[in-house]
């Protein structure tokens, strides 16, 4: 029940993250501002991370992958287009190099109980809902999970994701619909 019921703060609070992002950080990144370098890796790194981790599920990959995207960040920062979604282009540089590091050969390896918690829900403190939310988004399909983490997590709206995933909008809703569904059903049964 404390999923859901904590739903329309968690998403307050990650819009707000999400309106920290700015382009202007990206730009002064690209001025080689260690200190705004510094506050873009804090407000991003669970996301990041969280989404590398949900495609690759791999503790050691999702963090190489995480590494390789703040290097891209940086290296790329001084040519970044301002389009307004800041989020939208990091999260696409971290889905490219998931998929370069799955074409590479590594292979994707189930977490470890101890583990699963980095999926970007490291906030939830408490074992027993930490177990539950573990147990839910295990319900869901690869594509389901990637999408609920990038909304809630990464606070993208479903057009960006669509666009990030290079999926129709349709799809993206009825993938998100699906997957909430999924997570209801199973917090209502494990009451």
């Given amino acids: 029940m404390f999923l859901f019921c904590m739903a329309p703060i968690e998403q ?15 730009r002064r990144i690209g001025q080689d501002d260690q200190n705004a370098f510094h506050a873009f890796y804090e407000l991003t790194k669970v996301s990041v991370y969280g989404y590398a981790l949900s495609i690759l599920k791999n503790k050691q990959n999702a963090e190489d992958v995480m590494q390789e995207t703040y290097l891209k960040i940086r290296e790329n920062a001084p040519f970044y287009q301002p389009q307004g979604k800041p989020m939208a282009w990091v999260v696409t540089i971290a ?85 909430m569904k999924k997570l209801k059903t199973g917090l209502a049964e494990m009451e």
């Fill in 95 to 179: 889905k490219n190099l998931c998929f370069m590091k799955l074409r590479e050969g590594a292979r994707a390896v189930p977490l470890p109980d101890e583990e699963s918690e980095s999926i970007g829900f490291s906030e939830v403190s408490e074992t027993e809902d930490r177990l539950v939310l573990e147990a839910l988004m295990n319900r869901l399909s690869d594509g389901e999970r990637e999408i609920v983490l990038l909304h809630a997590v990464s606070g993208l709206k479903h057009r960006e994701i669509a666009k990030v995933l290079s999926l129709p909008l349709s799809t993206v809703l009825s993938k998100y619909s699906r997957a």
């Fill in 12 to 26: 307050k609070k990650n819009r707000n993250r999400r309106l920290e992002v700015g382009e202007d950080l990206i």
